[in-house]
Nanobody, 123 residues
Framework: QVQLVESGGGLVQAGGSLRLSCATS????????MGWFRQAPGKEREFIAA????????SYRESLKGRFAMSRDNGQKTVYLQMSNLLPEDTAVYYC????????????????WGTGTLVTVSS
């Protein structure tokens, strides 16, 4: 059974930082591209970032470049999202997702999803 479990969300003041983690199990992690997405209240889910199966390529939502950084640890089967200088508009549920490495990078068609972790940024 494939599981993706996000953690690290919470309440933070504007200008602060958070590091999200996504621990995986049940899949051959090093054979998957990984991605982070988010969904704000009343809005559609949007792409944030992706990292290739090798970890050598990354892709970011243009508006988030410089504030968000994604990485992976294939040994720990975990991906991370370091978020800095957070803004109230970053408030959302953050999801990690996996797609097979045979798919194009970055892909929006993900094979597996986590259940999300809530990030709330207060002004």
């Amino acid at each position: 059974q494939v599981q993706l479990v996000e953690s690290g969300g919470g309440l933070v003041q504007a200008g602060g930082s958070l590091r999200l983690s996504c621990a995986t199990s049940g899949l051959s992690f090093s054979n998957y591209h990984m991605g982070w997405f988010r969904q704000a209240p009343g809005k559609e889910r949007e792409f944030i970032a992706a990292v290739s199966w090798t970890g050598t390529r990354t892709s970011y939502r243009e508006s988030l470049k410089g504030r968000f950084a994604m990485s992976r640890d294939n040994g720990q089967k975990t991906v991370y999202l370091q978020m800095s200088n957070l803004l109230p508009e970053d408030t959302a549920v953050y999801y990690c997702a996996a797609t097979q490495s045979s798919n194009n990078f970055p892909s929006r068609a993900m094979d597996y999803w986590g259940t999300g972790t809530l990030v709330t940024v207060s002004s």
